[in-house]
Structures are given as C-alpha cells and as structure tokens.
C-alpha cells in the first residue's frame, strides 16, 4: 500500500503560468481533498470529492479548478498561478465503506513557489 | 462558525520534560477532535483522536481528553524526547454536505532539546 501519493514534490512557476498537482490513493477511499499549509494558518481546505464525479469547495477555492473521474485520483490545476498561491499542498483521502471510518491520511505534500 | 485555536509556539523544552499544548474549539454540534503530528518534510499524520465527550485519546505516550464544559482538547506526554520534536495541530471534524471537514489550528511547533 503506497496510501496517499502526490507529484510533483517542488515546483517553481512563473506568475501566468498552469501546472497540474497530481494526487493518488490505492485505499479505495471515497473521500478525497485538497489543503494548502501557509505559516500561522494551519491547512485550508481548497477543494474536496466525495465520490468519482462529484466535487465541491472548501474554504480556499478562488484560482483552483478540480476533477474527479477515477476513485483513485483527484488532481489539482491552477490555471493562471499567482504569487497568493505560494504555499505547500496537501492531498488527503478518507472514508472507506468497508471499515466505516473516517481518518483522514494525508500525502507528503507539494511545494509550491511562484514568482 | 467552527474554529480551532491553539497555544503559539515554538515551544522549546529539554528532553524528559512534562508537555502541554494547549487547544479550545468552538463548534456547533458535536464535534470529533483530533490531534495530527507533522515532522519535518513530511505530510501529516494522525496521532490521537476522540470522537465524544469525556473521551480520552492516547498514542505513543500522547494523551488528551475531549473536555465538553470548557471546549478543549489539550494535548500532554509526560516524558518528551527529541524524536517528538515536530508540528502539532489540533482539529475539529464536522459532517457537512455528506463530507467530514477537518478544521486545523495554526499549529504549535515543538522542539526538544538533548
């Protein structure tokens, strides 16, 4: 069980510029969501799935666009970076339907630095 | 709304020494509570959770109750060591629109001295 895996792990932009944040799970999770860590702020949530087709915003949603086709991925595109968007990116999924739980387990994140 | 406040840090303290971070919620409802340890580079991962009042969670010689009447969910070891030098973030879980949302603290940054 590799659990959450995200990629990039850096990635440095230009102001203008898109990039897509990859983000799998191998649980069989239903739930799947996207945060973003900056300093003295703990993690917002940006965008979150609760199933394959549906999507809806978090806390954060302004500059990110969301999919979800396939249970396992739930990838995260900024179309038109800006510096604001600057932060680390977390990926989590939760919820199996086997076990009933709801534990959210979370990807080793992605750096973002736009300039 | 819901939030989650947590104590600032860094909190700096030598190995061996008594831990107490502190965190107090605001929630309509009733909410799960969770602490989440994140170490340097890595993603974060859950330490302890409890899902009702009076509950208490405990891991890794981390221990914390789900205090209902005064609304916190302090987090305490009695013997720290380097090795627990990391992030700690106390959250809140709220079912919304069919979706538990995790609501974070800003965090409280521990460091562990020899």
């Known amino acids: 069980n590799a659990g959450v895996t995200q990629t990039p792990k850096f990635q440095v932009l230009k102001t203008g510029q898109s990039m897509t944040l990859q983000c799998a799970q191998d649980m069989n999770h239903e739930y799947m969501s996207w945060y973003r860590q900056d300093p003295g702020m703990g993690l917002r949530l940006i965008h979150y799935s609760v199933g394959a087709g549906i999507t809806d915003q978090g806390e954060v949603p302004n500059g990110y666009n969301v999919s979800r086709s396939t249970t396992e991925d739930f990838p995260l595109r900024l179309l038109s970076a800006a510096p604001s968007q600057t932060s680390v990116y977390f990926c989590?999924?939760?919820?199996?339907?086997?076990?009933?739980?709801?534990?959210?387990?979370f990807g080793p994140g992605t750096r973002l630095t736009v300039t | 709304g819901n939030s989650v406040t947590q104590m600032e840090g860094p909190v700096t303290l030598s190995e061996e020494a008594f831990l107490t971070i502190n965190c107090t919620y605001t929630a309509t409802g009733y909410p799960s509570l969770f602490w989440y340890v994140q170490y340097p580079g890595e993603g974060l991962q859950l330490l302890l959770k409890?899902?009702?009042?009076?509950d208490k969670g405990s891991n890794k010689g981390f221990e914390a109750t789900y205090r209902k009447e005064t609304t916190s969910f302090h987090l305490e070891k009695g013997s720290v060591q380097v090795s627990d030098s990391a992030v700690y973030f106390c959250?809140?879980?709220?079912?919304?629109?069919?979706?538990?949302?995790?609501?974070f603290g800003a965090g409280t940054r521990l460091a562990v001295h020899p």
């Open positions: 989590a999924s939760s919820y199996s339907k086997t076990t009933n739980t709801y534990e959210q387990y």
């Open positions: 959250a809140l879980s709220m079912i919304s629109g069919g979706y538990n949302k995790l609501i």
């Open positions: 409890a899902t009702k009042a009076d």
